[in-house]
């Protein structure tokens, strides 16, 4: 699914000064699955012998970058989950060449419209954020290697023992791997990244998530002595978030302890863990999810 997305710029001007505003895209990954079996995360994707989807190839262009600048591992960037999440890419515009002054170029007779889409015609995209779906279930950190090291991802769970609290059994989806370019913060690219993912998710939920079969759920209750099964995916999505974001990720309606609409609690706040000397934090939100249509278009 792609849809075209106005509102920033490409950070950069030409020998004149003049800015080059670009023109701007969001493109969405389904799931690659087998795609990216055999991907070999001790190489940048960029030298994968696989052939890698494109989307998914840019994404990790991104992530590699901005992770790299963290001093997190490239061992560490692909992650079992890569192949079942959805991925969003944004995208900037820029002009592969400058358009050459007013006096050096023929008489066309083409207006100044026709010379901004003659230009645009023969810009180059660059990928520059990036953010992933994470589908139901989760669990405390699945990422714990046979040695007992965490994940060495700042973007990891949290490890088992500091998981004081459980998290809710109803199924809920997590959003990770946000990334900017640098050269790119501050332009709004993060909100459009979550306010994508978030319009997909309540208007598919049942696409985010399917539920199990009738068969399975009977085993299930029988397993946990008749305990209530959730059946399907209500809205309730999770981020880790690193403390310093905390205010940034309210605005989008996140927070900590998540509470109904009559002010009760439905989940508690959870202790505060540390990744690659990073204090993060998990927050809530839940989503007004949409039945009975659809918002999915196409997928790429």
């Known amino acids: 699914m792609t849809s075209i997305v106005q509102g920033f710029g490409a950070p950069s ?19 690659p699955k087998e795609k990216v079996d055999g991907y070999d995360n001790s190489k940048p994707c960029s030298q994968q012998t696989i052939s890698v989807p494109s989307l998914f190839r840019d994404a990790m ?34 002009a592969s060449t400058s358009m050459p002054p007013k006096c050096m170029r023929s008489d066309s007779g083409n207006t100044p419209a026709d010379d901004a889409r003659r230009a645009s015609a023969s810009a180059s995209r660059m990928p520059v954020a990036t953010i992933r779906l994470i589908p139901p279930p989760h669990g405390p950190n699945k990422y714990l290697d046979d040695a007992k090291e965490a994940d060495k991802h700042a973007d990891a769970d949290p490890p088992v023992e500091e998981v004081v609290i459980a998290h809710p059994s109803e199924p809920y989806v997590k959003l990770g791997r946000l990334a900017t370019l640098k050269a790119y913060r501050g332009m709004g690219l993060a909100g459009l990244l979550v306010n994508a993912v978030s319009d997909f998710a309540k208007l598919n939920p049942d696409t985010v998530y399917k539920p199990p079969s009738p068969t399975a759920m009977e085993r299930a209750q029988i397993k946990e002595h008749g305990k209530e099964q959730h059946l399907a995916w209500e809205g309730l999505v999770m981020i880790h978030a690193q403390v310093k974001l905390k205010k940034m990720w309210e605005k989008h309606g996140f927070s900590e302890e998540l509470r109904d609409g009559n002010g009760e609690v439905e989940i508690e706040a959870e202790p505060h863990w540390a990744e690659e000397g990073i204090e993060h934090m998990g927050m809530w939100k839940r989503l007004e999810v949409k039945r009975g249509r659809t918002g999915m278009s196409s997928t790429m």
């Open 61 to 94: 262009t991104v992530r590699e970058q901005v992770y790299g600048e963290q001093g997190i591992p490239l061992e560490a960037e692909f992650d079992e989950d890569d192949a079942r999440s959805w991925h969003w890419i944004a995208y900037a515009s820029v």
């Open 13 to 31: 001007s030409d020998a004149s000064g003049n800015i080059n505003s670009g023109t701007e895209f969001l493109c969405m990954l389904s799931p």
